[in-house]
C-alpha cells in the first residue's frame, strides 16, 4: 500500500525557518516525481515545488528563493526547506506523488498534510 | 500562469442525486486537466486524469468530460462519503494550477 507520511510542521515566527519531512513506503520511491503542494486556511490547493526523480527541481514564484525540495532516495524521504516564513506561508503541506504516465502528468497519491503555522 | 475557475463554488445536494462540476481554463489546456477530491482530515484523493479517465479504484458513479477549455465532473447517485471539496488541476503547463474547489454539502 502506497503510503505518503508528512512531519516536521508546527509553530514559527514570521522570519524563522522549518523543515518538512515526507515519509514514503509502498513503492519504488526513486522512481517517482514528486511534489509539495500547500491549503491555506480557507483556501484552496496550491502547487509549490517539483522534483523529478532524477533531481530536476521547480518551484512556483510564491515561494521561489525561499524554498528548496529535496530527496534522499536511500531514505526514501522527500523534504521542503522553508527560509523566511511570511504569514501567508502558513497552511496544510502535503506531499504527492506523480505519475509514472508518459503523457498525462497528475498527482496520484497524497500524504495527510503538516500543518505549518507562522505567527507572533 | 493559466487560471482555472470552477464553478459553482458551494452547493448543496442530497444522497442519491446528480451533480455537475464545471472548469474552465483560461487558455486551451486539451485534456490535461485533473478532479481532486478533499475531505477534512484525509488526503486528497485523485478522481479523473486526462480529463475522463478515471483513476483505479475510484468509483463507477464519478466522470469526467470536457476538452481544451471546459470540463465537467459529474457524480451520479451521490453518497454520504461524496460530500467534500473538489479540484480541478491543468497538468498542461507549469506551474499546474488548481480550481478554487467547489464544495458539495448535504441539502
Known amino acids: 500500500e502506497v503510503q505518503l507520511v508528512e512531519s516536521g510542521g508546527g509553530l514559527v515566527q514570521p522570519g524563522g525557518s522549518l523543515r518538512l519531512s515526507c515519509a514514503a513506503s509502498g513503492f519504488t520511491f526513486r522512481n517517482y516525481d514528486m511534489n509539495w503542494v500547500r491549503q491555506a486556511p480557507g483556501k484552496g490547493l496550491e502547487w509549490i515545488a517539483f522534483i523529478s526523480s532524477g533531481g530536476t527541481r521547480y518551484s512556483a514564484g510564491s515561494v521561489k528563493g525561499r524554498f528548496t525540495i529535496s530527496r534522499d532516495n536511500a531514505k526514501n524521504s522527500l523534504y521542503l526547506q522553508m527560509n523566511s516564513l511570511r504569514v501567508e506561508d502558513m497552511g496544510v503541506y502535503h506531499c504527492?506523488?506523480?505519475?509514472?504516465?508518459?503523457?498525462?502528468?497528475?498527482?496520484?497519491?497524497w500524504g495527510q498534510g503538516s500543518l505549518v503555522t507562522v505567527s507572533s | 500562469d493559466i487560471q482555472m475557475t470552477q464553478s459553482p463554488s458551494s452547493l448543496s445536494a442530497s444522497v442519491g442525486d446528480r451533480v455537475t462540476i464545471t472548469c474552465r481554463a483560461s487558455q486551451t489546456i486539451n485534456s490535461h486537466l485533473n478532479w481532486y477530491q478533499v475531505r477534512p482530515g484525509k488526503a486528497p484523493k485523485l478522481l479523473i486524469y486526462a480529463a475522463t479517465s478515471v483513476q483505479s479504484g475510484v468509483p463507477s458513479r464519478f466522470s469526467g468530460s470536457g476538452s481544451g477549455t471546459d470540463f465537467t465532473l459529474t457524480i451520479n447517485t451521490l453518497q454520504p462519503e461524496d460530500f467534500a471539496i473538489y479540484y480541478c488541476q491543468q497538468s498542461y503547463s507549469s506551474p499546474y494550477t488548481f480550481g478554487q474547489g467547489s464544495k458539495l454539502e448535504i441539502k
Open positions: 504527492a506523488r506523480g505519475s509514472t504516465d508518459r503523457q498525462w502528468d497528475y498527482f496520484d497519491y
